[in-house]
């Protein structure tokens, strides 16, 4: 949720009105909400799968299962009930970018799109960690369009590929990585499957090192004009949630840090929107 509204104010520089703020954040939890929803549904059998395998047994330290991890498959709700689920906050996301600008409408269903190919291709190629960078871009570069239909060619290009690079280092590959075991097992397709911990820790720790430079960079060219002040904050907060955990983990190799680094990650664009907020109030 902090992520479209992050990447909203770094082209502002200041707060949209208020009721593009109440819509922009209903649009947004429904079409994250119908995201994660319909990735669990295309995943039913195969999480079924792994939890049969014992799978998803350990997950108490992961953010990510904070509630109920795959609902569907472990029989909280049933398949139907699900794509319900799904389709209400996938209407609901749809009717809200549209009012907000139908461009939003595009992008969300590019992103549904994709996150489908991304699950259908757990099984065929670890390529599709790329194809989930691209889903998680959608909803930052959504929002930039929300609140202005004619936002900047270069901007939109950095902050995709900011967010294309966190998402890879810090979401999709450590999520992998805490899986390796169970994905091995139903020969899954991913990053640490296919190049085993060595590999897989400096993939994290170069896409992470290039995103954080990448949001220096963003910060330097936002119209905002953030100063030196708030680029040295930026700069520690991705040393702090994210380099200082990728690199324990390149040192030691153990799933629990990679648990650490996911979590860390996670909140790394709520840590960056403080200080994006606090600049839009001076």
Known sequence: MATPALCALL???????????????????????AVYALNDVIDCRIDKEKIRQGG????????????????????????????????VWALLALIGAYILNPICVLIFLAGCFLESVYCLMLKVSHFRTIV????????????????DPDPSPSFLIILFLWLFLWEIGGQNVPADWTDVEEDARIQAKTIPVRFGP??????????????VAVNVILFRVAPAGFGLPYVVAALFVGLYLLLAPAYRLYKTKERLHALALFNGSSYYPLALLAIVAVKSLI
Do not use: C
Not at 59 to 76: E, K, N
């Open 132 to 147: 989930s960078g691209a889903v998680k871009t959608s909803g930052g570069i959504a929002a930039v369009f929300a609140v």
């Open 56 to 87: 998803f047994g350990d997950s108490d330290d992961y953010l990510d299962a904070v509630m109920v991890r795959h609902p569907v498959a472990q029989g909280f709700l049933s398949l139907r009930e699900g794509l319900l689920w799904v389709t």
């Open 198 to 211: 060595e590999k897989t820790n400096i993939i994290i720790l170069g896409t992470l090192i290039l995103a």
């Open 11 to 33: 082209w502002l520089g200041t707060f949209p009105p208020f009721k593009v703020i109440v819509l922009g954040l209903i649009t947004a939890f429904a079409g994250y909400t």
